[in-house]
Structure formats: structure tokens, C-alpha cells
């Protein structure tokens, strides 16, 4: 018998022993006179046992019978469902099994079975809780995550890029080889051309978004004030380019909401790429498109405060293709010619205009793998040049070397010749006439 139940046999046995009114005993028991009436009679009738709810001790209609218990047991034990939750294994055995189970239930089975360990929630850090934006598109999180997304089954190192609105929580992610800015680039034009263009992207420092400046060792860091402004990296470049406004964290926590969703990722989606057998970063995009983000996007988006979408059009002066690229500048000749990525390219005779020569141009080399030369508000056909290799010249002979005498041969012979006595004498020498002799000295 639970508390409720004893307090309830203490108010009627009141109002059985006429201690109080029929009317004060349903005020207190929230029930109608008549129901008082009712299980008053009762109480005569069966004694304490009155107050017991008559399915009490009885099995719930709803139960599952011990068979179904067994095989959600067995489903659970694979390999495959290592580390499911009560929530994301009821979901799966619905939609892979064909059982319907409420969560909670299936949580007690699951910690009967010893699937499953229950946990006390408990905060761990106090943190101002920062309000959402108003408008879907008004801010949108950026941030790449670095994660055993196949668990090892694949050779490949994938990447999980995500894009999170700020306001809404709709989601746009896709998994890449390399955290590079082509990469990056190209999840910003899928972005781009599916919502338009928001007001801000808000990431973090990386050295895609923000470039780092260089010091000496021993010098410090000046003040941003203080030092000049630094050029903007690719995306920084492009983001200006296109009228979006680039906000930095100053920490993890400043983006909680993009870290809290590669939280989420790196738990549901990592299992269901497993149950999916994906083993190839075409089969993570295949799942992560095909059901991943339909599901986030469907159960965790929430509806923005403001109706209103602040992303922007595309119009005609934003040219998607020339921005998202890697930008360049180099000088052309005087034969009007230019070098990129360590090869030679001509500027078409019909496109060659005025000034060209010296000019500074700027290159793009796009997504697709082409490469466009612009000059002012003029694109310039350009063909690479075949440059013929240099033949290296033929080695030269080594000169033959004389044998060097042994050092101890050459200090005898230097003592020999200070020793012999000299043919004549040097004050003799001295009084000859050359003028009057031969070249041979005779006595």
C-alpha cells in the first residue's frame, strides 16, 4: 500500500466514525460526495483493501510478453548495437525490427538485461545560457570535426563540416577527405545556392578564416591596434566579396551550439552509419543525406522567434564561381605572359589591351579545375606555354693529378739541396758581365 493510499484510508475511516462530514472528506480527497458515499460502503464491505486500486498486483495489459522480451534482448546484444541508448534503440527497432516499444519501457528491459547502466544527471558547469537569434539566416555556425566517423572500417579519414543556423538549428553538413579551403568552398556554395546568402558566419580562428600574424621569438605580440591589418585568407577574401559578415569566437563555449550538435553526431550518427555498413566517404554522404540530416532537420529544428528569413538573393553582381576560388595576383611581362603554380601562360593576341603590359592580373583557380586571368572587369583567354627543357651540360673530365711525393721524401730532398756545395762562388757570380758572355759560366 503506498502513502496516497494510507492517507486516503485515514480520511475515510474520519468520515466513517463520523469525525467529519461526508462533504470536508471529498474536499480533501478531491473526489465527489457520492464517490465518498461509494467506497465508504466498501470499506464495510472488504475492509482496508477498499482503498487499492483493483488492478493492484495484477500484470499490466500492456506487458510485453516474455517472448517479445527475449527477442528485443537478443536484437540488442549484436555487435552492431553496441552502445545504444533506451531512445535510439527504440527508434531502430522500430524502423529495422518492425516492434513498437516506448522508450521507457524498453529502457527497463534493457537495464534488466544489462545493456544498459542508468545515470544520475548532474551539472557540471554554470554557464550563462545565450539567447538564440531572432531570424533563421541572421547568424549561422561553422566548424569542422575531426572524428573516427567508421569507427575503422574504412582506410579513408573523413571529415564532418557542419553548418548550423543559429536561430532555427537546421542543419547542412558534409562529410570531406581534407579540411581544406577548396572543401570548405564547396559546402559553402551547396550553402549558398540552397539558402542564400546570410547575414554572418560565426567560426572559430582557424587559419581557414583567419590568417595568424608572425613574430620573432623574441619579440611579443603587439596589440591589434597597434599592428597592420593582416590580408584576409581565401574565405575570409570571398566572404567580403559576397556581402557576409565573418564574427570569431573567442572560445569553444562561444559556439556551444555547433559543438553540441557534433556531440549529437558523434553519437546517433556514428551508430547509424554502422548499421548501414557504410565503409567509404560515398556511403557516409549517402546516409548523412538520405537520413541523417532529414531526421535532425524534421525532430531537433526548432521555429525561429521572427517569421522573417534574413538571408539575402543571389543576384547578377554576385558571382559564385569567381569568388569561391583561390585568388591570386601576378605581373605580366613584357611579352605578355605570366607565371602560376610554376607553369608559363600567354595572354590570347586579340584580348591583349591597353596597359596590359606590367599590370598586375588577377587569377582564379576555380572548383572545377579551371583557371580564369581578369584584368580590371575583363576575363582573359589564356593557353599554357610548353617550355622546353634545358639539356644540363656534360660533366667536365677530372684533370689528371700528379702523385704527390710522400713528406718525409720531400723533407730529405729540400736538406739535400741546402747541403750541395755551390759551382761557384756567390761574390764571383756577382762581377760577371752578361753583356760579354755566354750563357754558359766557364773558368
Known sequence: MTQRERDRLV???????????????????????RHV????????????????????????????SDTDRDKMVRILAQEIYHGFGPTLAAEYLGKQHKITIGREALRKIMMEAKLWQGRSRQVEDVHVWRQRRSSRGELVQWDTSDHDWLEGRGVERMYLIHMIDDATSELTA?????????????????????????????????????????????????????????????????????????????????????????????????????????????????????????????????????????????????????????VETRQVTNDYTLRFDSKLYQIAREHIRTGLRGAAVRIEARLDGSL????????????????????APAPAAPKPQRPRAAPEASKQAHRDFLAAPAAIPLWRSAQIDRTRTTDTLEE
Open 174 to 326: 558534409r562529410f570531406v577527405a581534407h579540411d581544406s579551403t577548396e572543401e570548405n568552398m564547396r559546402l559553402l556554395k551547396f550553402y549558398l545556392e540552397k539558402h542564400g546568402r546570410p547575414v554572418a558566419f560565426y567560426t572559430d580562428k582557424a587559419s581557414l578564416f583567419q590568417t595568424a600574424p608572425k613574430i620573432a621569438r623574441d619579440q611579443k605580440l603587439l596589440a591589434r591596434e597597434e599592428r597592420e591589418p593582416l590580408p584576409p585568407t581565401q574565405i575570409g577574401r570571398a566572404l567580403r566579396e559576397l556581402g557576409i559578415v565573418w564574427q570569431a569566437a573567442h572560445s569553444p563555449k562561444a559556439k556551444g551550439r555547433v559543438e553540441r550538435s557534433f556531440q549529437t553526431a558523434q553519437d546517433r550518427l556514428v551508430k547509424g552509419l554502422r548499421v548501414a555498413g557504410a565503409k567509404s566517404l560515398a556511403d557516409a554522404n549517402r546516409y548523412l543525406e538520405a537520413e541523417f540530416l532529414p531526421w535532425w532537420n524534421q525532430h531537433l529544428k526548432v521555429v525561429a522567434k521572427n517569421p522573417t528569413d534574413a538571408h539575402r538573393p543571389l543576384d547578377a553582381s554576385h558571382d559564385l564561381a569567381a569568388a569561391l576560388s583561390i
Open 11 to 33: 480520511v475515510l475511516r474520519q468520515a466513517g466514525k463520523r469525525q467529519i462530514t461526508q462533504r470536508q472528506a471529498a474536499e480533501q480527497l478531491e473526489w465527489t460526495e
Open 37 to 64: 458515499r461509494r467506497m465508504l460502503k466498501k470499506l464495510k464491505r472488504e475492509g482496508d483493501k477498499a482503498v487499492l486500486h483493483g488492478l493492484h498486483g495484477r500484470a499490466s495489459n500492456r506487458k510485453r
Open 372 to 391: 580564369q586571368v581578369r584584368f580590371r572587369e575583363h576575363y582573359l583567354a589564356v593557353s599554357q606555354c610548353t617550355v622546353a627543357e634545358k639539356i
